[in-house]
């Protein structure tokens, strides 16, 4: 094969460069699958602008340096490939029991079931994500933000192509059978709902979106690092290119709330109230108050941390040991990378009370990387407080407590306030709405909620970016809406 691995083949109706045209089965396949995705997308994909013509980027290369092309797309015609980054030589495992052994280029039977487990849960993430997003285009802010919705709608779909092409290539019929029900499967569906808790929520408003990519997409990243570390090479392959699409993700929400928090601030100056807990006067300008967006930021920050799962887990202990699922950073972590007698601190329920033990590190790895995750959201809260101090706001966004708002882990049948001060159910029942987005809350949002079409136009209840997409400038027609 003398393709250059770093260049994408768009010769085929799959874009990819694994070769698709000399693997005639797996192209088979995917071609089979391709129908029923386009269905999926017009089904549930964006509503409405279907027909517009987006400025959006597409992946011509997986070389780091330079691999998108940006350009005018109907999103129908975007090309969804099967791009992985390229193949490291002589890549040896670098965790777990075959820690130092050569990485694997085909399905170890022993971890398939396992393997093929872990795929599927990723892959199910990717169009929840586009389904749960799909009526946001009718109130975006500007088209700026328009095209960074579809931006991120368009990659969740080629990541749903990465993972399927995975299933079919390395998992035959079974894989096949996967293949299908990720696009059987519906966000928020009672009968046959998403695989994962934060992947069935709505996403009602555009602060929602932004909570969203900045603190559940992260939760992707986590687990794109750690599959990315896999023993299991095409694996390790795909989420490596995955992950540099990710970062635009993030980059949506890290800047829509910081420039949401801004926006706030400006209209809170120019009106001279010095209180930001004064939320009527807040609202009066037409913006959306600090303590509201610190409950929309507890929401989706505790629904994130239920996607980590168990803080002990023998699952995760087993996925570790086998070499398929390693630590974020693994290669770069100084220690034997097999963790046989290490310990790891948990935090815990016990006694009614938080406390933190010592548990043999294989089993605490969720927790392990839950805190990796914490430390990673925390970067985003220095540059949103940054702001609100800048402009002479005595007002802080905090993480709330682990123990707060959960769903999953050891703290899933108790109550406790974001300070991590554990409450009966009563007092939960009737303080909650002080802490997640009240029906109420919801309301007002809701009301801001009007789309601004204009070209370099914003609502008045965000900030315009710094700069835009692909160094345009701020009047830049980024979506040509077409209806
Ligand atoms: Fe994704
Ligand atoms: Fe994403």
Same mark, same amino acid.
């Not at 995975?166 to 499967?185: H, I, M, S, T, V």
């Not at 839950?370 to 407080?385: E, P």
């Not at 109550?415 to 009240?438: C, F, M, N, Q, Y």
């Given at each position: 094969?003398?393709?250059?691995?770093?260049?994408?083949?768009?010769?085929?109706?799959?874009?990819?460069?694994?070769?698709?045209?000399?693997?005639?089965?797996?192209?088979?396949?995917?071609?089979?699958?391709?129908?029923? !995705?386009?269905?999926?997308?017009?089904?549930?994909?964006?509503?409405?602008?279907?027909?517009?013509?987006?400025?959006?980027?597409?992946?011509?290369?997986?070389?780091?340096?330079?691999?998108?092309?940006?350009?005018? *797309?109907?999103?129908?015609? !975007?090309?969804?490939?099967?791009?992985?980054?390229?193949?490291?030589?002589?890549?040896?495992?670098?965790?777990?029991?075959?820690?130092?052994?050569?990485?694997?280029?085909?399905?170890?039977?022993?971890?398939?079931?396992?393997?093929?487990?872990?795929?599927?849960?990723?892959?199910?993430?990717?169009?929840?994500?586009?389904?749960?997003?799909?009526?946001?285009?009718?109130?975006?802010?500007?088209?700026?933000?328009?095209?960074?919705?579809?931006?991120?709608?368009?990659?969740?779909?080629?990541?749903?192509?990465?993972?399927? !092409?995975?299933?079919?290539?390395?998992?035959?019929?079974?894989?096949?059978?996967?293949?299908?029900?990720?696009?059987?499967?519906?966000?928020?569906?009672?009968?046959?709902?998403?695989?994962?808790?934060?992947?069935?929520?709505?996403?009602?408003?555009?602060?929602?979106?932004?909570?969203?990519?900045?603190?559940?997409?992260?939760?992707?990243?986590?687990?794109?690092?750690?599959?990315?570390?896999?023993?299991?090479?095409?694996?390790?392959?795909?989420?490596?290119?995955?992950?540099?699409?990710?970062?635009?993700?993030?980059? *949506?929400?890290?800047?829509?709330?910081?420039? *949401?928090?801004?926006?706030?601030?400006?209209?809170?100056?120019?009106?001279?109230?010095?209180?930001?807990?004064?939320?009527?006067?807040?609202?009066?300008?037409?913006?959306?108050?600090?303590?509201?967006?610190?409950?929309?930021?507890?929401?989706?920050?505790?629904?994130?941390?239920?996607?980590?799962?168990?803080?002990?887990?023998?699952?995760?202990?087993?996925?570790?040991?086998?070499?398929?699922?390693?630590?974020?950073?693994?290669?770069?972590?100084?220690?034997?990378?097999?963790?046989?007698?290490?310990?790891?601190?948990?935090?815990?329920?016990?006694?009614?009370?938080?406390?933190?033990?010592?548990?043999?590190?294989?089993?605490?790895?969720?927790?392990?990387?839950?805190?990796?995750?914490?430390?990673?959201?925390?970067?985003?809260?220095?540059?949103?407080?940054?702001?609100?101090?800048?402009?002479?706001?005595?007002?802080?966004?905090?993480?709330?407590?682990?123990?707060?708002?959960?769903?999953?882990?050891?703290?899933?049948?108790?109550?406790?306030?974001?300070?991590?001060?554990?409450?009966?159910?009563?007092?939960?029942?009737?303080?909650?709405?002080?802490?997640?987005?009240?029906?109420?809350?919801?309301?007002?949002?809701?009301?801001?909620?009007?789309?601004?079409?204009?070209?370099?136009?914003?609502?008045?209840?965000?900030?315009?970016?710094?700069?835009?997409?692909?160094?345009?400038?701020?009047?830049?027609?980024?979506?040509?809406?077409?209806?």
């Amino acid at each position: 094969m003398n393709m250059n691995i770093m260049n994408v083949d768009y010769s085929t109706k799959i874009p990819n460069n694994v070769n698709l045209s000399e693997d005639r089965q797996v192209l088979k396949a995917l071609e089979g699958w391709h129908p029923g !995705y386009i269905d999926w997308w017009n089904d549930m994909g964006p509503d409405g602008f279907q027909q517009s013509l987006v400025y959006l980027r597409t992946a011509y290369s997986v070389d780091p340096r330079g691999w998108a092309k940006f350009d005018y *797309v109907k999103m129908p015609d !975007y090309r969804w490939g099967i791009l992985l980054a390229p193949q490291e030589e002589n890549r040896k495992i670098p965790f777990g029991e075959h820690f130092g052994e050569p990485a694997w280029q085909e399905v170890p039977g022993e971890y398939r079931a396992m393997l093929r487990r872990l795929i599927v849960i990723q892959g199910d993430t990717e169009p929840a994500s586009v389904e749960q997003q799909r009526h946001l285009g009718k109130t975006a802010p500007s088209l700026y933000d328009l095209r960074n919705l579809f931006q991120v709608n368009v990659e969740e779909g080629r990541h749903l192509w990465a993972m399927v !092409y995975l299933l079919q290539k390395y998992f035959g019929r079974d894989g096949r059978e996967e293949a299908d029900e990720l696009l059987r499967r519906r966000s928020g569906d009672a009968d046959s709902p998403r695989m994962l808790g934060a992947f069935n929520e709505a996403t009602p408003d555009w602060l929602s979106f932004f909570m969203f990519t900045y603190f559940t997409d992260r939760d992707g990243k986590m687990q794109l690092h750690s599959l990315a570390q896999s023993g299991f090479d095409p694996l390790s392959r795909t989420c490596r290119f995955m992950l540099t699409e990710e970062a635009h993700h993030m980059f *949506v929400g890290e800047t829509g709330i910081t420039r *949401v928090v801004q926006r706030t601030c400006e209209a809170m100056k120019d009106a001279g109230i010095t209180n930001p807990n004064d939320t009527a006067k807040v609202r009066a300008l037409g913006v959306i108050d600090l303590p509201t967006i610190q409950k929309k930021l507890n929401l989706h920050y505790s629904l994130s941390l239920d996607l980590f799962g168990s803080e002990v887990s023998t699952n995760a202990a087993n996925a570790f040991n086998s070499g398929i699922k390693g630590r974020y950073h693994e290669t770069q972590i100084q220690d034997d990378h097999r963790l046989s007698s290490d310990t790891y601190p948990v935090l815990k329920f016990i006694d009614g009370e938080i406390k933190r033990v010592d548990e043999p590190a294989l089993t605490a790895l969720n927790m392990r990387l839950r805190d990796d995750y914490t430390q990673d959201c925390v970067k985003g809260l220095l540059r949103w407080n940054k702001v609100i101090s800048t402009a002479g706001y005595d007002f802080k966004l905090t993480l709330p407590n682990v123990a707060f708002h959960r769903a999953i882990g050891e703290f899933k049948d108790v109550h406790a306030t974001p300070d991590g001060i554990l409450i009966d159910d009563a007092t939960w029942a009737k303080r909650k709405g002080e802490w997640v987005p009240s029906t109420a809350d919801g309301d007002f949002i809701a009301s801001l909620m009007t789309p601004i079409t204009e070209p370099g136009q914003f609502a008045p209840w965000i900030s315009a970016p710094k700069v835009g997409i692909d160094n345009k400038p701020g009047d830049f027609e980024y979506v040509k809406i077409e209806t």
